[in-house]
């Protein structure tokens, strides 16, 4: 059975800072990894998928990486903004197409 | 692009009555997923369709829950009867098939009292 942890659970950086989200899954053998940022009582927005034979991902300030053999991926955000603030989500598709979420990290960037 | 829709946004039931969420994935979507979120946890998947058909419904309590999506397209999931830890928020999400990027709708949120 697949488990996907996220660690931390919950960070709270000051404006400016780069920093890493940390997603790790225990079952090797998955199809892709998607990263979701969740706003206080909204649903879910997409913001990087990765393939399972793709190494990383961008789009803008976000970086997200994939290391299959480890079972670890991570989210990079760059120069981060109180808009960043969020439920930060990863989301593993394994074997049957089964999909399998993480608690997430809930991030907080101080002005 | 319209994105994916759901109905109610909220809703508020007394335990052992029964509730019903409606979702209609982005045009062309054939794949479509509910979720169910609880304050404080991810998302966990009830029930994957492919078209009009059931690709993974491990993770439904099919005693109370059930699910259909009967032209492939809309999609409808029913508790009956509900019961207190079913409080939580329900998530529907679609892809197209062989991208498997999901994009998700804003959810019911249900309290069972």
């Known amino acids: 059975k697949q488990e996907v942890t996220q660690i931390p659970a919950a960070l709270s950086v000051p404006e400016g800072e780069n920093l890493v989200l940390n997603c790790s899954f225990t079952d090797s053998a998955i199809y892709n990894l998607q990263w979701f940022r969740q706003d206080p009582g909204k649903g879910l927005t997409s913001l990087l998928l990765?393939?399972?034979?793709?190494r990383e991902q961008t789009s803008g300030r976000l970086n997200a990486s994939l290391d299959k053999s480890s079972g670890r991926s991570t989210l990079y955000i760059a120069a981060s903004q109180p808009g960043d603030s969020a439920t930060y989500l990863c989301a593993v598709r394994g074997g049957y197409q089964k999909v399998t979420f993480g608690t997430g990290t809930k991030l907080q960037v101080i002005p | 692009e319209a994105g994916v829709a759901q109905s109610p946004r909220y809703k508020i039931i007394e335990k052992r009555q029964s509730v019903a969420f409606w979702c209609n994935p982005i045009s062309g979507h054939a794949t479509l997923y509910w979720y169910q979120q609880i304050l404080g946890q991810g998302p966990k998947l009830l029930i994957q369709f492919q078209n009009n058909g059931v690709v993974d419904d491990s993770q439904l309590p099919k005693d109370r829950f059930s699910a259909e999506r009967l032209k492939g397209v809309d999609s409808t999931l029913k508790i009956q009867p509900a019961k207190l830890e079913d409080s939580a928020v329900y998530l529907c999400?679609?892809?197209?098939?062989?991208?498997?990027?999901?994009?998700f709708g804003p959810g019911t949120r249900l309290t069972v009292t």
């Open positions: 999400a679609s892809s197209l098939a062989g991208s498997y990027e999901q994009y």
């Open positions: 990765i393939q399972s034979s793709q």
